[in-house]
């Protein structure tokens, strides 16, 4: 159960057209994580802006975003993210055996060079922060400058993600529906 209210649209009539922004950019959602951000209107505008343009304005391709963020998820136990994204991992193109296997990556032989470049890079970045010089030249060897970028603020955003989620307890809907 979340540690504050989730707000819900009537909660937030002050702030309508950021709640229309919101379900707008969010496939007509207005989903938890946004519930609770709601509580400070300039964070979850901030918010809004920022991940619309990691998911939707990038040119990083939706596999490799989709798999550094569901390794994310995986590395921090934040279920939330990991079920808000695994189907749109799916329909990026990610197979099940890869979503199944990111816990134990380094022995899965379904990720190819470039993901797994990937996924140890954000794995550096979550666990220690600095990421060895190897594991950066390793996915910058498949990557451009601007990717390069994105992939950087994908996982660092997510990394934000993932810790509000889990210090305010927030429940995904999927998973409180299930219960």
Request: proline share 4%; with cysteine; glycine share 6%.
């Amino acid at each position: 159960m979340a540690r504050l209210p989730l707000l819900s649209e009537q909660d937030c009539s002050e702030h309508a057209d950021l709640v229309a922004t919101i379900k707008a950019e969010r496939g007509g959602r207005f989903l938890n994580l946004y519930r609770m951000l709601m509580h400070s209107p300039p964070v979850a505008e901030g918010w809004l802006k920022l991940f619309t343009a990691i998911r939707q304005k990038s040119t990083l391709p939706g596999t490799l975003r989709e798999l550094a963020i569901l390794h994310v998820a995986v590395l921090n136990e934040a279920p939330y993210e990991f079920d808000a994204h695994l189907p749109i991992g799916l329909k990026e193109g990610l197979g099940e055996a890869q979503t199944a296997s990111l816990g134990d990556w380094r022995n899965a032989r379904c990720y190819d060079a470039r993901q797994r470049a990937v996924i140890e890079y954000t794995e550096a970045m979550t666990r220690n922060i600095r990421v060895p010089e190897s594991v950066f030249q390793a996915v910058r060897a498949s990557l451009d400058e601007r990717q390069l970028v994105e992939l950087t603020a994908t996982v660092a955003g997510y990394n934000l993600v993932s810790r509000f989620l889990e210090a305010m307890q927030i429940d995904h809907e999927a998973r409180r529906a299930a219960q």
